[in-house]
């Protein structure tokens, strides 16, 4: 049974940084690509960034890009967001994801099944 647990949400104002991490368990961490999406209020849930499984292979929404470094530890089983330069904008709720059929795609395309509960992310102006 596939597991993610995202912490290191919060309250941040703008221009500030927050980094979040995501623990997975019940398979083997590294055959599968990760990533991060995020919903707003009223809005669909979009996808932020997604790796590969040796962190060769890096996707970033255009929104983010420039501002947010994805990585992965693989001993750990952990992947990590880092986020800068945050803005208003960037409030969500942000959810680890993990593809389900091992394609090794971390695009936003790609078979993203498994999910977490989400961390709360809150930029204030």
């Known amino acids: 049974q596939v597991q993610l647990v995202e912490s290191g949400g919060g309250l941040v104002q703008a221009g500030g940084s927050l980094r979040l991490s995501c623990v997975a368990s019940?398979?083997?961490?590294?055959?599968?690509?990760i990533g991060w999406f995020r919903q707003a209020p009223g809005k669909e849930r979009e996808f932020v960034a997604g790796?590969?499984?040796?962190?060769?292979?890096?996707y970033y929404a255009d929104s983010v890009k420039g501002r947010f470094t994805i990585s992965r530890d693989n001993a750990k089983n952990w992947v990590y967001l880092q986020m800068n330069s945050l803005k208003p904008e960037d409030t969500a709720v942000y959810y680890c994801?993990?593809?389900?059929w091992g394609t090794g795609v971390a695009a936003p395309g790609g078979s993203w099944g498994y999910w977490g509960q989400g961390t709360q992310v809150t930029v204030s102006s």
């Open positions: 019940g398979r083997i961490f590294s055959n599968y690509a």
């Open positions: 790796i590969n499984w040796n962190g060769g292979s890096i």
């Open positions: 994801a993990q593809e389900k």
